[in-house]
């Protein structure tokens, strides 16, 4: 925030608030300055500047891209405004005195309080999702209780100015970013319990499957995230993601011992064994021998142990960092693909759901509001936020 003096004429006079502090903080305003301009530095979603106002020519101006304003006078706000200049007071606010000589005399007929909101509609904030309470769930494959906890990360922007001033800034000088995180985060967990319950239920995932599906999960709550931030506070949500799906190491132990104890010894050293006579039959120079291993060890870690044990490894095998990545890379992502609609199963690659029509992949469309040509699946524009 800075003060620049151009004239010793007070309607000349600029003050410039460029909103570099914290979300919600109010900067004081001069009562007599000419200009306000309002800029912003890209690091809040939204500021605002409170104060008295006595110059019948003050002016608010706004000066930047991407943001709207709205200007509470005596605690009535005006509509967004984009954009602009926008004088303080009204005619019918401004008491003119023309004396015999010299120039007319104006003043405003009663001092005002004024709070302007600065809201940036460019900005992403992001935050971060947990679930405190996890989610009782019976492996299918052991029938073993465990309770599943999660986190991940999401993106948040404005999307309707009018509604997030309504429901979130009003008239709460002492906002903080971290309360609405906090409420927000209780609304995401809320909608993941839901959707992870009717995925679990409706493909029978066991524990281990449910990480194959970490991308899937995400893709489905995203757009219902977004629904839930626009309807409660005026934002969207662009970006959802989820990190990882967790359980206790003593069930994860408990699960595993039972796999180890309940899996018939002969059979298994014998599936070991072919897969060993598999891997040494590969091309090792092209990498096929550490894929397949690498997949194996992705889908049974004990049996992969077998098989390492059979061909004589003293360790694990070498490969390079290329190929590790690109195995780290298969293993997010899901086996299998399903319909976030409907949920019936569809195949990699395809733009559209057979049974429902609903596009899997983004698509190209116009927005109607600030005419950007967009790549997206969305249901709001990622350059304006607003409703396609």
């Known amino acids: 925030m800075c003060f620049k003096k151009k004239t010793d004429n007070i309607a000349?006079?600029?003050?410039?608030?460029?909103?570099?502090?914290?979300?919600?903080?109010?900067?004081?305003?001069?009562?007599?300055?000419?200009?306000?301009?309002?800029?912003?530095?890209?690091?809040?979603?939204?500021?605002?500047?409170?104060?008295?106002?006595?110059?019948?020519?003050?002016?608010?101006?706004?000066?930047?891209?991407?943001?709207?304003?709205?200007?509470?006078?005596?605690?009535?706000?005006?509509?967004p405004l984009a954009n602009g200049s926008y004088p303080a007071f009204k005619e019918d606010e401004i008491e003119v005195k023309k004396p015999f000589f010299g120039k007319e005399k104006k003043k405003v007929k009663e001092d005002t309080m004024f709070d302007v909101v600065v809201f940036?509609?460019?900005?992403?904030?992001?935050?971060?999702?947990?679930?405190?309470?996890?989610?009782?769930?019976?492996?299918?494959?052991?029938?073993?209780?465990?309770?599943?906890?999660?986190?991940?990360?999401?993106?948040?922007?404005?999307?309707?100015?009018?509604?997030?001033?309504?429901?979130?800034?009003?008239?709460?000088?002492?906002?903080?970013m971290e309360?609405?995180?906090?409420?927000?985060?209780?609304?995401?967990?809320?909608?993941?319990?839901?959707?992870?319950?009717?995925?679990?239920?409706?493909?029978?995932?066991?524990?281990?499957?449910?990480?194959?599906?970490?991308?899937?999960?995400?893709?489905?709550?995203?757009?219902?995230?977004?629904?839930?931030?626009?309807?409660?506070?005026?934002?969207?949500?662009?970006i959802f993601s989820v990190e990882?799906?967790?359980?206790?190491?003593?069930?994860?132990?408990?699960?595993?011992?039972?796999l180890k104890n309940n899996r018939d010894e002969k059979k298994f050293k014998a599936d070991a064994k072919e897969l060993a006579i598999e891997a040494e039959r590969l091309d090792d120079k092209n990498w096929e021998r550490t894929k397949f291993l690498i997949g194996l060890r992705r889908e049974d870690e004990s049996k992969y142990l077998e098989v390492i044990k059979i061909l004589g490894y003293p360790h694990e095998p070498?490969?390079?960092?290329?190929?590790?990545?690109?195995?780290?890379k298969e293993k997010e992502a899901p086996v299998k693909r399903y319909c976030p609609k409907c949920g019936a199963e569809v195949i990699r690659g395809e733009p559209y759901c057979p049974s429902c029509g609903e596009p899997l992949a983004p698509v190209e469309r116009k927005c109607p509001h600030c005419g950007k040509t967009v790549k997206t699946k969305g249901k709001y524009c990622p350059h304006c936020g607003k409703e396609f």
């Open 179 to 238: 309360d609405l995180l906090e409420r927000i985060n209780d609304h995401v967990v809320h909608i993941l319990k839901e959707k992870l319950t009717q995925v679990i239920h409706e493909h029978h995932l066991g524990y281990i499957d449910l990480s194959l599906h970490e991308a899937e999960v995400a893709e489905a709550i995203q757009p219902l995230v977004s629904e839930m931030l626009n309807e409660q506070y005026g934002l969207y949500c662009p």
């Open 12 to 79: 000349t006079t600029t003050f410039v608030v460029n909103g570099d502090h914290e979300d919600g903080k109010i900067t004081n305003l001069p009562s007599n300055v000419g200009k306000i301009r309002l800029e912003t530095d890209n690091k809040n979603l939204f500021y605002r500047a409170y104060g008295l106002i006595k110059n019948p020519d003050t002016k608010f101006i706004l000066s930047a891209p991407g943001c709207e304003m709205m200007i509470i006078k005596d605690g009535v706000s005006s509509e």
């Open 244 to 258: 990882q799906f967790f359980i206790d190491d003593e069930q994860r132990l408990e699960i595993e011992t039972f």
């Open 120 to 176: 940036n509609q460019n900005l992403s904030y992001e935050g971060f999702w947990g679930i405190p309470n996890p989610i009782p769930f019976r492996d299918p494959e052991t029938a073993i209780p465990v309770d599943i906890r999660g986190r991940g990360k999401y993106d948040i922007r404005i999307a309707n100015v009018q509604k997030f001033f309504e429901r979130v800034v009003g008239s709460n000088r002492d906002f903080k």
């Open 318 to 328: 070498m490969y390079s960092a290329g190929a590790k990545k690109a195995a780290e």
